[in-house]
């Protein structure tokens, strides 16, 4: 069972530096696609300035649906690693623009599992190349990058290796021309 406070300190560092990443190419009161429910981030983006909606139907089973929604900017934090198929939602996207972020795949952990949740697991955790290629199948060109650890507040060695492991990849892209 995870311990709340790493989970809501993880949270908090990952919205905070999310948030800092956005600020350096886009402002309110742009309009965004956010892909999944509404969410903690969700509401923060809109706190910002942000004019948010959310996707509310399984994207694995009706990616089409996407095409009827328009934005200026589509936002996929922590989405598409529990998609069975993230290519169809990918292509399916009506922006040009597209902020998303995966957890990377960690050798010294296995991928995550709520076995009590089916829509909190992990179908995929991407090495970023992976993800790259994905996007770019999709028709997304990558135009910005980062990766964060995921430092947490235990001991041993799996704490340690996370002080320096990334484990979460951001990327901005827009869409492929041509």
């Known amino acids: 069972m995870p311990n709340r406070?790493?989970?809501?300190?993880?949270?908090q560092r990952r919205y905070r530096l999310t948030?800092?990443?956005?600020?350096?190419?886009?402002?309110?009161?742009?309009?965004?696609?956010?892909?999944?429910?509404?969410?903690?981030?969700?509401e923060i983006l809109q706190n910002e300035g942000f004019k948010v909606s959310n996707t509310d139907f399984d994207l694995d089973r009706e990616p089409e649906k996407l095409s009827a929604y328009q934005a200026d900017i589509i936002t996929a934090f922590?989405?598409?690693?529990?998609l069975l198929n993230p290519l169809s939602v990918l292509e399916?996207?009506?922006?040009?623009?597209l902020f998303a972020s995966v957890p990377l795949d960690l050798w010294f952990a296995s991928a995550y599992l709520n076995e009590n949740d089916p829509w909190d697991r992990h179908f995929?955790?991407?090495?970023?190349?992976?993800?790259d290629w994905l996007l770019?199948?999709?028709?997304?060109?990558?135009?910005?990058?980062?990766?964060?650890?995921?430092?947490?507040?235990k001991i041993g060695i799996r704490p340690i290796l996370r002080l320096?492991?990334?484990?979460w990849y951001i990327i901005e892209a827009v869409r492929a021309t041509g």
């Open 19 to 42: 948030l800092e990443f956005m600020r350096k190419s886009v402002q309110p009161p742009a309009k965004i696609l956010d892909l999944g429910t509404s969410n903690p981030f969700s």
């Open 124 to 131: 995929h955790e991407f090495e970023d190349w992976q993800f």
């Open 92 to 97: 399916n996207l009506q922006a040009k623009q």
């Open 164 to 167: 320096f492991t990334p484990r």
């Open 5 to 11: 406070e790493n989970t809501a300190d993880s949270h």
């Open 78 to 82: 922590e989405i598409f690693e529990h």
């Open 136 to 153: 770019d199948h999709a028709g997304w060109t990558i135009t910005r990058r980062e990766k964060w650890t995921n430092p947490v507040k």
